[in-house]
């Protein structure tokens, strides 16, 4: 499925990214302040939403993958997070700070539900509040490939080992990279398990979103090209990071 992380993802996706990057998680902690009321859609399995959490910020997290989420609630039972798609999110609350990190804003590669979303995020915002985000570049384009190969082994806890193969294509109408995965989980030579994965991102060009945003009704975005809050100037940086007001 499209973006989905299932089982073996979300297995993988632990063993690799189980904390948030510091420089990163201090790039988003940065914009919460006591009292706030949070949200984080795309929580995933809570590397940024838990060390909120443990800062005692009422955050509250949205992801549309049961697995992602169930290793979520492992690490914490009181987590207020809803297994939803975001344009199905449905509340009266209103948030003072809204993230999406890690690039994960680029899964939505059809620019119509990219429009939705944003107005979304908009509109569960409170007056006054801010948006952040971050979208990859189209410097990760990456050159086509014809056959699968193994971009990542790990072992598991159980002492299996756990393969990722992909195959990339990047389409530059589009501007989306398509990069197709199998994951295989073996016990020596002996498959045990796969799952397929269709991962897309859209790539994105400085200038690209931020008409968008001021077309919804953002009063002010600032574009950086670093978690140091550096002016994105040009299309060189892997990430572009996004703070819209309201």
Sequence with gaps: MQNYYGSLCTKMYE?????????????????????????????????FY???????????????SNEMLSKLKEKATDAKVYLEDILNYNTT???DY???????????TEMQVCR?????????????GKFVFSTDSIANK????????ISVSVKTKEGYTLLLKEKKHYDEITRTQYSPGIYELYNGTELLQSEKMDFQTH??????????LYEIGFNNVSVYSSY?????????TEMFLYECSL
């Design 228 to 236: 140091k809050k550096t002016k994105a100037e040009n299309n060189k």
């Design 98 to 108: 809204i993230f999406i990190s890690s690039g994960s804003f680029s899964l939505f």
């Design 116 to 128: 939705k979303i944003l107005r979304k995020m908009k509109d569960l915002l409170k007056k006054g």
């Design 15 to 47: 063993i690799l990214h189980n904390k948030a990057p510091q420089d990163e998680l201090d790039f988003y902690l940065s914009y919460a302040e006591k009292g706030m009321s949070v949200l984080e859609p795309l929580c995933g399995s809570g590397r």
């Design 50 to 64: 838990i060390p909120f959490l443990k800062k005692n910020y009422s955050i509250t997290g949205i992801d549309s």
């Design 203 to 212: 790539l994105y060009e400085l200038g690209e979103l931020e008409p968008y």
């Design 142 to 149: 990456c050159p086509d490939e014809t056959d699968y190969k």
């Design 93 to 95: 609350e209103k948030f």
